[in-house]
């Protein structure tokens, strides 16, 4: 019981930290977040490519992080962090943030649908980064410069 009581302690701990760490730095954390999204997406990649065989389990997870990642990635991006720690989050964000945050829910809804609907397959996965790969250019079109 104590072990389980200290893991709790712990776990709550780390979402204090975590807090912390997007109040103080909202940059470090979006570029976090947006990690996850890209490593999602990869794995979701490598099947469509078949360099990996289908695994539903890598697939329904991949698809649970992007959803879950870009329904709280919009709230990173307060006033004032426009620069610093090398962003490639462009101004046109804090220009238009409601179609900003639009591009976000979209891609959040369309990896929710698809989850719905897991793809059964590599044809499948293929599609469904048709769709993602769509919604995330979408967005990157508008509002990320690219660094070179």
Same mark, same amino acid.
């Given at each position: 019981?104590?072990?389980?009581?200290?893991?709790?302690?712990?776990?709550?701990?780390?979402?204090?930290?975590?807090?912390?760490?997007?109040?103080?730095?909202?940059?470090?954390?979006?570029?976090?977040?947006?990690?996850?999204?890209?490593?999602?997406? #990869?794995?979701?990649?490598?099947?469509?490519?078949? /360099?990996? +065989?289908? %695994?539903?389990?890598? *697939?329904? $997870?991949? @698809?649970?992080?992007?959803?879950?990642?870009?329904?709280?990635?919009?709230?990173?991006?307060?006033?004032?962090?426009?620069?610093?720690?090398?962003?490639?989050?462009?101004?046109?964000?804090?220009?238009?943030?409601?179609?900003?945050?639009?591009?976000?829910?979209?891609? #959040?809804?369309?990896?929710?649908?698809?989850?719905? /609907?897991? +793809?059964? %397959?590599?044809?499948? *996965?293929? $599609?469904? @980064?048709?769709?993602?790969?769509?919604?995330?250019?979408?967005?990157?079109?508008?509002?990320?410069?690219?660094?070179?």
């Amino acid at each position: 019981m104590k072990i389980r009581a200290l893991m709790l302690a712990a776990a709550l701990a780390g979402l204090g930290v975590t807090a912390v760490t997007a109040a103080d730095e909202p940059q470090a954390v979006r570029q976090q977040l947006m990690k996850k999204v890209g490593q999602a997406t #990869g794995a979701l990649s490598g099947i469509a490519k078949g /360099e990996k +065989p289908y %695994d539903a389990e890598i *697939v329904k $997870a991949s @698809l649970a992080t992007i959803s879950e990642t870009v329904k709280v990635f919009p709230d990173h991006f307060p006033a004032g962090s426009e620069t610093g720690m090398e962003t490639e989050a462009s101004p046109k964000i804090w220009e238009n943030m409601a179609d900003f945050k639009a591009k976000a829910a979209k891609l #959040g809804g369309d990896a929710e649908k698809i989850l719905a /609907e897991l +793809p059964a %397959d590599q044809a499948g *996965v293929g $599609a469904a @980064l048709g769709i993602i790969g769509k919604d995330c250019s979408s967005c990157h079109e508008s509002y990320r410069i690219k660094k070179d």
